[in-house]
């Protein structure tokens, strides 16, 4: 097993879920020192930030070591390592690690690795990152596949409804538990009428219940969040005004995430590097557009060269099959390794 390997069977047996990171972000500052790290730090938020080099100009790369919950037990099944984050995204975050820490440095460049904490729950940990200079260059760590290097992502909208009431008899009066409901399925029904499915999904909106409570005692109360997916080129500001349109009378809307669509197109300098790589390893490259939504979204505000690439497969995002091959793991070092030096070469 290589230390790259090593550091990533490490990392996907520690918990770290969102908002419980610090373990976790400890670990992985006390080892990367042996990847070629040369300073290395947690930032106020909690993230950790590695960084090589003295040169005015940044090369940023970013994955997330935060976690949802659940997940298969931890285990090596030959070349096979199950686990929670092991695609979503601390195998890509490790293939950031170990590739970045293997680069050549350039003169004027310096590279800076940021292992986020929150992109799962809030995006804390990119959204303080957001707050410092722009990049002149950012890879975000999500799963691609060794093959695939995103250039979209969809936008989001996160809408809380809510509604309460001193108490009734429901024979009399249905009460917020209703309204609520019905709220929801108005706003689910207004985003499937904007639909087209034959469209690609980046030009698609979604949404989908996140979760709901309600209950009746002293009072009745209730509370649905819905997580809606925005289509590229949608105006966030004019869909949280059409879709608040549709709540009924009495429920509260409120909105507890929204970001846009994005996309870098297919000559970015980045993913055509990462692209070149591709090739260059005797492989088809694919340009990606991902129905989810990433730190992508947010790194967008920089301006810069942007793409997304981490071995895995995205479809074990978030389930009880998540595994990770170890040889696409080392594959992928070796690609983003070489795909990030073709960038830096060439600008």
Not at 43 to 63: K, Y
Not at 91 to 101: E, K, Q, V
Not at 130 to 136: E, F, K, V
Request: hydrophobic letters at 45%; aromatic letters at 4%; proline letters at 4%.
């Amino acid at each position: 097993m290589t230390a790259a390997e090593g550091l990533l069977v490490d990392l996907v047996s520690l918990p770290s879920l969102s908002g419980d990171e610090a373990q976790a972000a400890a670990f992985l500052a006390g080892r990367l020192g042996d990847f070629g790290w040369e300073a290395v730090d947690i930032d106020r938020i909690g993230n950790v930030v590695a960084t090589r080099g003295r040169g005015e100009r940044e090369l940023l790369l970013v994955g997330h070591i935060d976690t949802v919950p659940g997940g298969p037990p931890v285990r090596l099944d030959g070349d096979l390592l199950w686990g929670r984050g092991s695609v979503d995204a601390k195998g890509p975050l490790c293939a950031l690690a170990a590739a970045g820490g293997a680069l050549s440095l350039h003169e004027g460049w310096r590279v800076t690795l940021v292992a986020a904490v929150g992109e799962e729950r809030d995006s804390r940990g990119m959204r303080h990152r957001l707050d410092l200079h722009a990049p002149d260059g950012c890879v975000i760590g999500e799963p691609s596949g060794t093959t695939g290097v995103t250039i979209a992502y969809r936008g989001r909208l996160l809408l809380q409804l809510s509604a309460s009431d001193g108490g009734a008899h429901r024979s009399g009066d249905a009460g917020p538990l209703t309204a609520v409901v019905r709220s929801a399925s108005a706003l689910l029904g207004a985003v499937e009428e904007r639909d087209d499915p034959s469209r690609l999904v980046i030009d698609r909106p979604s949404a989908a219940v996140a979760s709901m409570a309600g209950a009746e005692g002293q009072g009745r109360s209730a509370t649905i969040e819905v997580d809606v997916r925005l289509p590229l080129g949608g105006d966030v500001a004019v869909w949280l005004r059409e879709l608040g349109a549709v709540v009924g009378e009495g429920v509260a809307v409120a909105c507890l995430d929204a970001v846009a669509a994005h996309s870098v197109g297919r000559s970015d300098p980045l993913a055509r590097s990462l692209a070149g790589a591709v090739r260059e390893a005797g492989d088809r490259p694919a340009l990606l557009v991902k129905g989810g939504t990433a730190d992508f979204n947010l790194a967008a505000s920089w301006k810069c060269p942007l793409a997304a690439y981490g071995p895995g497969d995205s479809r074990l995002d978030h389930t009880d099959e998540e595994r990770l091959c170890l040889a696409e793991f080392r594959r992928s070092v070796t690609i983003l390794k070489a795909g990030l030096e073709r960038f830096l070469r060439r600008r």
